[in-house]
């Protein structure tokens, strides 16, 4: 196996070991905010932080950030834990910051007592405006030098539930001609009169995120606080916090920002996907349309291509935009592995064998897969009267056509060599039936003459006797634009391929008939499908996953 050059924030680590750092004292944190899924980019944060866990074997924790009661949800940890799991990953220990929120309060007292935070009692406009721009120095406000005994009082009071919501905030009181906007009295604290996932009605206050975090990793002793490159302007202001309240025998947390994950035709912010949820676009989160984790699953993803598409990537500090075309690389190349190979028969047409004896049914031998010999072979049947694909018929086809038709020979995949005779039409004209003959002495595996003659293609097909009827859902892209987020005049809803999804009847083979949801096949020359969970015995679903080939560069 080939040595991969470390990355940047191995090299940072490596360093800080060399340094002296204690390697018992590494620890990595993910911190999803549950108010939503987790996508595609939130994997790359996973498989960054829980990568590092297993190679320094330190621990990892899942830390729910969940300070914002507006949007939280128990239904969102529990999908995040079902899809971290799922993706391969075991946390250390299952923590929310919500757990710290007394022991925010006690150090936001404290930062009272030492003239470093002040209850400003000014609208979010004032405040705003006092701010300044980049480019000209903010201003104090008349309530920055509150008596340390009023801020007390008031930060009780609001914590208590005595004012209404937008009437005071705490805020760090830094430096409001700062060059970092955010170093501009941040607010640490809002009044939110909501009801918290977890902690009920107890509070009427609730820390701000930047205020949050950093403590946060502080109480879990966090030596490497990664995230992504916004936050590169919000480092000072971690540090800052983290100074208010350092005591040095313990482990101080760092901050390092890494390129989030860009792919195009997609979209990533949850407040985005949510949005497609609620105006129902899609159908939930897990519509497998969407670049949710979840979503990814019910296609048909599996775990292995989403953490080898994460490797492939790597990690670095520069922006850029992934092809979504990778990602379907990863994965074609897993299932190519271990998909099993099965008929289908997606826009059918009846082909009857004239010279085919009548009432008569052989059982052909198949490979289930010729990249894997161990997947062994199976049986499917093959009489008179098959289906095939209309497109691989043409009446008339130029000499470049290597299928079917009047007059050419094909074979038929596993069984035997056909022959092109005639064609039945309907009143409106389209083809009904083709008639072939078929070469007794070809059938496959054989060992015959005529088994090993070579002919222009090869056709799947299924035996109308024995064919389940199923219903299979193809997928398109969900935009069709390659960035539909970035048009300043257009909303990115403007952008939804109205066409993504279409469900047809299929038939496949009888070896399909107690397939369980979650299970992958290629149907040959169609590409790879998954069962999806609204699957039954009475009604068998699949999903198109991917074509066999990139279908992106047209
Ligand atoms: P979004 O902006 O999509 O709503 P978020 O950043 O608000 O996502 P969090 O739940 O706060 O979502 O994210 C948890 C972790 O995942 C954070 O450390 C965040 O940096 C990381 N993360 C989120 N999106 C991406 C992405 N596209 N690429 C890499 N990491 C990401
Ligand atoms: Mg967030
Ligand atoms: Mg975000």
Same mark, same amino acid.
């Given at each position: 196996?080939?040595?991969?050059?470390?990355?940047?924030? =191995?090299?940072?680590?490596?360093?800080?070991?060399?340094?002296?750092?204690?390697?018992?004292?590494? *620890?990595?944190?993910?911190?999803?905010?549950?108010?939503?899924?987790?996508?595609?980019?939130?994997?790359?944060?996973?498989?960054?932080?829980?990568?590092?866990?297993?190679?320094?074997?330190?621990?990892?924790?899942? &830390?729910?950030?969940?300070?914002?009661?507006?949007?939280?949800?128990?239904?969102?940890?529990?999908?995040?834990?079902?899809?971290?799991?799922?993706?391969?990953?075991?946390?250390?220990?299952?923590?929310?910051?919500?757990?710290?929120?007394?022991?925010?309060?006690?150090?936001? %007292?404290?930062?009272?007592?030492?003239?470093?935070?002040?209850?400003?009692?000014?609208?979010?406009?004032?405040?705003?405006?006092?701010?300044?721009?980049?480019?000209?120095?903010?201003?104090?406000?008349?309530?920055?030098?509150?008596?340390?005994?009023?801020?007390?009082?008031?930060?009780?009071?609001?914590?208590?539930?005595?004012?209404?919501?937008?009437?005071?905030?705490? &805020?760090?009181?830094?430096?409001?001609?700062?060059?970092?906007?955010?170093?501009?009295?941040?607010?640490?604290? &809002?009044?939110?009169?909501?009801?918290?996932?977890?902690?009920?009605?107890?509070?009427?206050?609730?820390?701000?995120?930047?205020?949050?975090?950093?403590?946060?990793?502080?109480?879990?002793?966090?030596?490497?606080?990664?995230?992504?490159?916004?936050?590169?302007?919000?480092?000072?202001?971690?540090?800052?916090?983290?100074?208010?309240?350092?005591?040095?025998?313990?482990?101080?947390?760092?901050?390092?920002?890494?390129?989030?994950?860009?792919?195009?035709?997609?979209?990533?912010?949850?407040?985005?996907?949510?949005?497609?949820?609620?105006?129902?676009?899609?159908?939930?989160?897990?519509?497998?349309?969407?670049?949710?984790?979840?979503?990814?699953?019910?296609?048909?993803?599996?775990?292995?291509?989403?953490?080898?598409?994460?490797?492939?990537?790597?990690?670095?500090?520069?922006?850029? %935009?992934?092809?979504?075309?990778?990602?379907?690389?990863?994965?074609?190349?897993?299932?190519?592995?271990?998909?099993?190979?099965?008929?289908?028969?997606?826009?059918? %047409?009846?082909?009857?064998?004239?010279?085919?004896?009548?009432?008569?049914?052989?059982?052909?031998?198949?490979?289930?897969?010729?990249?894997?010999?161990?997947?062994?072979?199976?049986?499917?049947?093959?009489?008179?009267?098959?289906?095939?694909? *209309?497109?691989?018929?043409?009446?008339?086809?130029?000499?470049?056509?290597?299928?079917?038709?009047?007059?050419?020979?094909?074979?038929?995949?596993?069984?035997?060599?056909?022959?092109?005779?005639?064609?039945?039409?309907?009143?409106?004209?389209?083809?009904?039936?083709?008639?072939?003959?078929?070469?007794?002495?070809?059938?496959?595996?054989?060992?015959?003459?005529?088994?090993?003659?070579?002919?222009?293609?090869?056709?799947?097909?299924?035996?109308?006797?024995?064919?389940? =009827?199923?219903?299979?859902?193809?997928?398109? *892209?969900?935009?069709?634009?390659?960035?539909?987020?970035?048009?300043?005049?257009?909303?990115?809803?403007?952008?939804?391929?109205?066409?993504?999804?279409?469900?047809?009847?299929?038939?496949? =083979?009888?070896?399909?008939?107690?397939?369980?949801?979650?299970?992958?096949?290629?149907?040959?020359?169609?590409?790879?499908?998954?069962?999806?969970?609204?699957?039954?015995?009475?009604?068998?679903?699949?999903?198109?996953?991917?074509?066999?080939?990139?279908?992106?560069?047209?």
């Amino acid at each position: 196996t080939e040595e991969k050059s470390l990355h940047f924030i =191995e090299q940072i680590i490596e360093e800080s070991l060399t340094n002296g750092f204690p390697k018992d004292k590494l *620890r990595f944190r993910f911190p999803p905010e549950p108010n939503g899924y987790l996508h595609i980019g939130h994997a790359k944060s996973i498989c960054l932080n829980f990568g590092l866990g297993l190679k320094y074997n330190a621990p990892v924790n899942l &830390r729910f950030d969940d300070t914002n009661p507006a949007k939280e949800e128990q239904e969102y940890v529990d999908a995040i834990k079902e899809d971290l799991r799922w993706l391969g990953f075991k946390w250390n220990e299952e923590l929310y910051s919500s757990d710290y929120f007394q022991q925010l309060y006690d150090w936001a %007292v404290a930062m009272i007592k030492n003239s470093k935070a002040y209850v400003d009692s000014q609208s979010s406009e004032d405040i705003a405006i006092q701010k300044g721009s980049p480019t000209q120095p903010g201003v104090d406000g008349p309530y920055r030098n509150r008596s340390v005994e009023e801020n007390l009082k008031l930060f009780d009071a609001m914590k208590n539930g005595d004012y209404p919501e937008g009437s005071h905030v705490l &805020r760090a009181k830094i430096d409001m001609k700062s060059t970092n906007m955010l170093m501009r009295d941040p607010l640490m604290y &809002r009044i939110l009169h909501r009801h918290h996932h977890r902690t009920g009605n107890d509070w009427n206050i609730y820390p701000m995120y930047d205020y949050a975090h950093g403590e946060s990793d502080y109480v879990e002793q966090i030596s490497h606080s990664i995230c992504t490159l916004e936050f590169v302007m919000h480092r000072e202001l971690y540090n800052w916090f983290l100074d208010q309240i350092y005591d040095h025998d313990k482990v101080r947390p760092h901050q390092y920002e890494f390129a989030r994950l860009n792919l195009n035709y997609t979209v990533m912010s949850k407040r985005k996907l949510l949005q497609l949820v609620q105006e129902n676009i899609v159908n939930g989160w897990d519509d497998p349309r969407m670049p949710t984790i979840s979503g990814l699953r019910r296609r048909g993803y599996t775990a292995a291509s989403i953490r080898k598409f994460c490797d492939i990537i790597g990690v670095a500090k520069r922006e850029n %935009v992934i092809d979504y075309s990778l990602l379907e690389f990863c994965l074609r190349e897993d299932l190519n592995k271990t998909a099993p190979r099965v008929m289908a028969v997606l826009d059918p %047409v009846k082909l009857i064998i004239t010279n085919y004896p009548e009432d008569t049914e052989e059982w052909l031998e198949a490979e289930n897969n010729q990249e894997d010999f161990s997947a062994g072979f199976r049986k499917v049947p093959f009489s008179k009267e098959l289906y095939i694909e *209309r497109e691989d018929f043409l009446e008339e086809a130029p000499s470049k056509f290597f299928r079917l038709s009047i007059g050419r020979e094909v074979r038929l995949k596993n069984a035997y060599i056909i022959k092109g005779e005639s064609v039945v039409k309907d009143a409106a004209g389209n083809i009904s039936e083709i008639h072939v003959t078929y070469d007794v002495d070809s059938k496959s595996g054989s060992g015959s003459d005529a088994s090993q003659r070579k002919v222009a293609g090869t056709l799947h097909w299924v035996c109308v006797q024995h064919a389940l =009827e199923v219903e299979v859902r193809l997928y398109d *892209r969900l935009f069709s634009d390659e960035a539909p987020d970035s048009h300043k005049e257009k909303s990115f809803l403007d952008f939804v391929n109205p066409d993504s999804l279409e469900i047809i009847k299929g038939f496949v =083979e009888p070896s399909l008939a107690n397939v369980q949801a979650g299970e992958k096949f290629q149907f040959q020359r169609l590409g790879y499908f998954n069962v999806d969970f609204d699957s039954s015995s009475e009604k068998i679903v699949f999903n198109k996953t991917v074509g066999l080939k990139d279908a992106w560069e047209e």
